[in-house]
């Protein structure tokens, strides 16, 4: 089992940038691929992008790559999300995700954290 736990949320101008970090407890997530979601309001649930195990390889939502970039530290047990050039329609609550599949993995959830996006 693994627990994931999301921190870095908040307000920002846009253009800003914000960094997301995502702790793994309860089991290793080195032999998972691991991703960010996001959710907002009156919208359903959308890949923001994910990275291998390894770090090798990352995948993008098109709505995000060039602006957003997914990191991982396996000996912190740390997963991150750095979003720069933020526009007020990436304003959600962004959610940490862990699974067997790096291109989309759903297998384990954190919590989520609000990050807003100010015009």
């Known amino acids: 089992q693994v627990q994931l736990v999301e921190s870095g949320g908040g307000l920002v101008q846009a253009g800003g940038s914000l960094r997301l970090s995502c702790a793994a407890s309860?089991?290793?997530?080195?032999?998972?691929?691991t991703g960010w979601f996001r959710q907002a309001p009156g919208r359903e649930r959308e890949f923001v992008g994910s990275?291998?195990?390894?770090?090798?390889?990352?995948y993008y939502a098109a709505s995000v790559k060039g602006r957003f970039t997914i990191s991982r530290d396996n000996a912190k047990n740390t997963v991150y999300l750095q979003m720069n050039s933020l526009k007020p329609e990436d304003t959600a609550v962004y959610y940490c995700?862990?699974?067997?599949?790096?291109?989309?993995?759903?297998?384990?959830w954190g919590q989520g954290t609000q990050v807003t996006v100010s015009s």
């Open positions: 990275i291998s195990w390894s770090g090798g390889t990352q």
């Open positions: 309860g089991r290793a997530i080195s032999t998972y691929g």
């Open positions: 995700a862990a699974g067997l599949e790096p291109s989309y993995p759903t297998q384990y």
